[in-house]
């Protein structure tokens, strides 16, 4: 896949292993409405992760019990170009591959994250709408409710021109046509922080150095496989708890266990709190983080969620 900043971003795709109805003997009329009937789960994993890492892989094989997937990884990780922004302009490399998802037949898309993923999902939720839903034009900070991406994206991350062209593709007015491609219909966020610079605990005062100090960014490199890029956020982009209420009204579920290592339960109850009625809350007992420590039972719990979801 190639993202609007055009950069090029290893994916794999794998059919639902539940069947269509539409059999080998099937014609291609039959199959194209097969595949257009099957959702699709996009997997967004999470800081270091890969499309190969076996906690991928393996939330892969449950969610393809019941949709076609779509796994990837972030710039800066696995075989991916460019350089990872640590959730910022990872949004531009989830939109791509929800656009693939389309673009593949799909007319149903959801996107699940874990952690820095779950994070990117959220920001990408709130970005990238569909432009037939019916929302109020007073909807969202400053009241933006344009449906075409090009001005959406920027205004509602208040950035500036000369900051959308480097984070969005330039010229802005490109993104229109994927924009409108790029929306997910239901958001799933796993074990994702509520608001940036947390440094709340110790493993994300480990992280915070992994990023932010040259000798981090060496271990990051070839300890993790993970290419950081070394400019700080500029503009700062939409903060998790502010992306949540722009959701809706594509249903939102927000993940979290109560055994976090990195996020304690303040952050998924601040989520929620921000998207109110918009949004179902799960805290998972005994369960640590993100896609490491979900088991096949949550997984399943949350295909089957994301395949049953609907708009209100």
């Known amino acids: 896949m190639l993202t609007d900043d055009g950069v090029p971003v290893e994916a794999v795709y794998e059919p639902c292993t539940a069947g269509s109805g539409a059999g080998v003997g099937a014609g291609p009329g039959a199959r194209t409405e097969a595949v257009a009937d099957t959702p699709a789960i996009v997997v967004a994993h999470g800081f270091t992760g890969s499309v190969d890492r076996p906690a991928v892989r393996r939330a892969a094989r449950v969610f393809s019990q ?141 992280l915070h150095w992994v990023v932010t100090r040259p000798s981090g960014r060496l271990v990051g490199r070839y300890g993790f496989r993970t290419r950081i890029a070394t400019e700080e956020w500029d503009p700062v982009p939409l903060s998790p708890v502010a992306a949540v209420p722009l959701i809706a009204p594509a249903p939102l579920l927000l993940v979290h266990g109560d055994r976090d290592p990195y996020f304690p339960l303040d952050h998924p109850r601040m989520l929620a709190d921000a998207a109110g009625e918009g949004a179902e809350l799960w805290l998972e007992r005994g369960m640590g983080h993100a896609e490491n420590a979900a088991d096949d039972a949550l997984l399943a719990r949350i295909a089957a969620w994301a395949t049953g979801a609907r708009s209100a």
């Open 66 to 206: 019941r949709a076609a997937v779509i796994t990837f990884s972030f710039r800066g990780h696995g075989r991916s170009g460019g350089r990872s922004t640590v959730g910022d302009r990872e949004v531009l490399d989830l939109a791509a591959a929800v656009a693939w998802a389309r673009a593949l037949g799909h007319s149903r898309v959801v996107t699940v994250g874990f952690s820095m993923g779950g994070s990117v999902v959220l920001r990408h939720g709130a970005l990238y709408t569909d432009p037939s839903s019916k929302r109020s034009p007073g909807c969202g900070p400053g009241g933006f409710g344009a449906s075409d991406a090009s001005v959406r994206v920027p205004e509602r991350e208040r950035r500036t021109a000369e900051h959308s062209g480097a984070h969005f593709g330039a010229p802005a007015a490109d993104t229109s046509a994927a924009g409108h491609d790029a929306y997910a219909d239901a958001v799933v966020s796993v074990s994702a922080p509520a608001r940036w610079y947390y440094r709340g605990t110790a493993p994300m005062r480990r």
